[in-house]
C-alpha cells in the first residue's frame, strides 16, 4: 500500500507562484513514476508532470512546460510541483499519483495510488 497526501494550494493571482508537495509513505521504490494530475470542474483528470522517483528524465504536458517543474526529496520523501506564471486557466484540483514505471506516463487511469487532491484557484 502507498499514501500519498497533498498540501500547498490556495488562492492566488495571476503570474504568481505555488508549490505543491505530496508525502509518499508505505510501499515505495526508487523505480515507481510519480505523477501530477489536475481536474477542473466538468472537465477529465489530465496529466500535468510526472518523473521517474529517482531519476533525472521528467516529462510536462505542454501547457505547463516551462512554468511548472517537477521534483523529488528522496530524504523527506515528497514529491513537489513548482508552479510559476500561474494562469486562470490552472485553476483546478491538483492530485498526486503514484505507479509502477510507466513510459509514457501521461495516462491517469495507470495511475494505481492517488492523494485526495489540492484546490489551486487563480484569479485573473
Known amino acids: 500500500q502507498v499514501q500519498l497526501v497533498e498540501s500547498g494550494g490556495g488562492l492566488v493571482q495571476t503570474g504568481e507562484s505555488l508549490r505543491l508537495s505530496c508525502v509518499v509513505s508505505?510501499?515505495?521504490?526508487?523505480?515507481?513514476?510519480m505523477g501530477w494530475f489536475r481536474q477542473a470542474p466538468g472537465k477529465e483528470r489530465d496529466f500535468v508532470a510526472a518523473r521517474k522517483w529517482i531519476g533525472e528524465r521528467t516529462y510536462y504536458a505542454d501547457s505547463v512546460k516551462g512554468r511548472f517543474t517537477i521534483s523529488t526529496d528522496n530524504a523527506k520523501n515528497t514529491l513537489y510541483l513548482q508552479m510559476n506564471s500561474l494562469k486562470p486557466e490552472d485553476t483546478a484540483v491538483y492530485y498526486c499519483a503514484q505507479s509502477t514505471p510507466l513510459y509514457p506516463p501521461v495516462r491517469a487511469d495507470l495511475y494505481k495510488y492517488w492523494g485526495q487532491g489540492t484546490q489551486v484557484t487563480v484569479s485573473s
Open positions: 508505505g510501499r515505495t521504490f526508487s523505480s515507481m513514476t
